[in-house]
């Protein structure tokens, strides 16, 4: 008698994660794409050949049994082998045509990364980018994305990148909002402030304003680094920003120096299985190139105060806005 488990095919192993990931058939129908008399079917034979029961039928949907687990579990690893052997092929294959996908944030993006890409893309015309914004990791792995572009400390092991710059933070406000009405006599932390909050609260200058400005200074709070930077070009208070977005920002003008306990790192990630792939291989090259000629705006070193204002340091390494008569 044969073993029961060669007679599964890769489409019952899609069937099992399926409906264990969605808890009941309609929706792992419309996942794959069939119909759902075609997935409870499916599901009986298996377990049928099998001899086990892989999912609990209750009136709240199906719950998978240990058997289902590790069913569950060889579908993963399965799926990994399937994309990760697909996409080496492809990448030798393809070289610099296909499809690239690329996550980054809203910050990096705005102004340092799309003439980047824009320049990345007049040399390769054959390939067609895909921009993913948002903070929240995606599963490189199983092809959710090809290169991430991310500020981070603690790259994750299992991928492959490198480090390209040390990314510094400094204060802004908006240029139209520096001169005061009265005498300049307020220290920067007296001011309104724009801060961050939601998803970005485990950012250094959350933790580094939280502690140094009073509550009832903070006039506005955002999830968004692009955000923050919009909201102090438009008046609503000073704050933080990466260097790279502030000095690049027309509106903005830097208000102090650069603080070196919010310094953050810049990497380039992909998965090891796609890094030598000819469109991966050349846009990371491309980026490190191009970023090697920003690094004095990237540390910080290119920005300067506006030319109708300038910020001196008090002795008690306060900072004093100071406004220049026309």
Not at 38 to 52: D, F, Y
Not at 54 to 77: C, K, N, P
Not at 101 to 109: A, K
Not at 192 to 220: C, M, N, P, T
Request: charged share 25%; hydrophobic share 40%.
């Amino acid at each position: 008698m044969s073993d029961p488990i060669s007679k599964l095919s890769w489409d019952d192993l899609r069937i099992i994660r399926a409906v264990g990931k969605s808890g009941a058939l309609a929706p792992a129908a419309k996942m794959l794409g069939v119909n759902t008399s075609t997935i409870a079917r499916r599901l009986s034979k298996v377990e049928e050949i099998l001899g086990v029961t892989l999912f609990d039928r209750r009136r709240t949907g199906y719950v998978t049994t240990a058997q289902g687990e590790e069913l569950i579990a060889l579908a993963e690893r399965v799926e990994l082998d399937v994309v990760s052997v697909a996409r080496r092929v492809s990448g030798h294959v393809q070289g610099h045509i296909g499809d690239l996908r690329i996550t980054t944030s809203d910050s990096l993006l705005l102004h340092f990364l799309t003439p980047m890409i824009a320049d990345f893309k007049a040399r390769n015309p054959a390939i067609r980018v895909e921009v993913i914004v948002g903070n929240s990791p995606l599963n490189l792995a199983r092809g959710e994305t090809d290169i991430a572009v991310r500020a981070t400390e603690m790259p994750p092991e299992n991928l492959f990148g490198r480090k390209v710059a040390n990314i510094a933070w400094a204060p802004y406000a908006g240029s139209l909002n520096l001169v005061l009405s009265s005498p300049a006599t307020d220290t920067l932390h007296d001011r309104q402030w724009v801060s961050y909050g939601g998803k970005l609260s485990g950012l250094k200058a959350f933790s580094f304003v939280e502690k140094r400005v009073d509550h009832d200074k903070i006039a506005y709070r955002t999830d968004s680094v692009a955000g923050a930077a919009a909201a102090i070009a438009a008046g609503l208070g000073v704050g933080y920003l990466p260097c790279m977005l502030g000095d690049l920002s027309p509106d903005l003008v830097r208000v102090g120096a650069v603080e070196p306990e919010l310094n953050d790192e810049l990497w380039l990630l992909t998965h090891p299985d796609i890094r030598k792939s000819g469109r991966v291989y050349a846009f990371m090259t491309h980026c490190i190139e191009a970023i090697s000629k920003h690094r004095d705006l990237i540390e910080g070193r290119r920005g300067t105060t506006s030319g109708q204002s300038s910020v001196a340091k008090l002795s008690s390494g306060s900072l004093l806005f100071r406004t220049a008569l026309p």
